[in-house]
T-cell receptor, first 115, second 114 residues
């Protein structure tokens, strides 16, 4: 079965510091990759997505992510974190399988930003 | 556009009670789905629909029913609530069911079953 792993349950960074959230996936072919953000009390919002082509994708709110096929990773980065970035971040995979289109979500990484 | 709306935002039930979580979208999306979110488990798919009149089970369908009589609405019914159904429920939609399509999520319903 396919899977998405976010190894960091919780991360704390200082405002202005850089951020990297890790995501690894298990899938035979190249999957469709997504990062979503969930602010407190809100639903999930798409940050960015990767389908093909340039392995570095830009998203909203200054986020970017890099697809590394050799490492089966799709890590999310931001050069300088703002207090408003405190939220939960989910990596997701869209896969076309024999049973049809499937979506798999990681367990999420909670980000705390300290002043 | 309101996007994906869900009601209620909060609900407390007693074991054995039934209720319906409402979900509506105004984007003319064909695909709609229900997830539950539990700590440490991410989002798990309960049921989904690829269009009006068509529904199917996801990963954790037991104890839940759905129907899709219109493109806009996709209610989730809890038949006899159990404490194990305490969770946050999210409704989501996308243009159609495809692995490359972004999903749009509602704000969620936080359900507690006593």
């Amino acid at each position: 079965a396919q899977s998405v792993t976010q190894p960091d349950i919780h991360i704390t960074v200082s405002e202005g510091a850089s951020l990297e959230l890790r995501c690894n996936y298990s899938y035979g072919a190249t999957p469709y990759l997504f990062w979503y953000v969930q602010s407190p009390g809100q639903g999930l919002q798409l940050l960015l997505k990767y389908f093909s082509g340039d392995t570095l994708v830009q998203g909203i709110k200054g986020f970017e992510a890099e697809f590394k096929r050799s490492q089966s990773s799709f890590n999310l980065r931001k050069p300088s974190v703002h207090w408003s970035d405190a939220a939960e971040y989910f990596c997701a995979v869209g896969a076309l399988e024999n049973t049809g289109n499937q979506f798999y979500f990681g367990t999420g990484t909670s980000l705390t930003v300290i002043p | 556009n309101a996007g994906v709306t869900q009601t209620p935002k909060f609900q407390v039930l007693k074991t054995g009670q039934s209720m319906t979580l409402q979900c509506a979208q105004d984007m003319n999306h064909e695909y709609m789905s229900w997830y539950r979110q539990d700590p440490g488990m991410g989002l798990r798919l309960i049921h989904y629909s690829v269009g009006a009149g068509i529904t199917d089970q996801g990963e954790v369908p037991n104890g839940y029913n759905v129907s899709r009589s219109t493109t806009e609405d996709f209610p989730l019914r809890l038949l006899s609530a159990a404490p194990s159904q305490t969770s946050v429920y999210f409704c989501a939609s996308s243009l159609w069911l495809a692995a490359y399509n972004e999903q749009f999520f509602g704000p969620g319903t936080r359900l507690t079953v006593l």
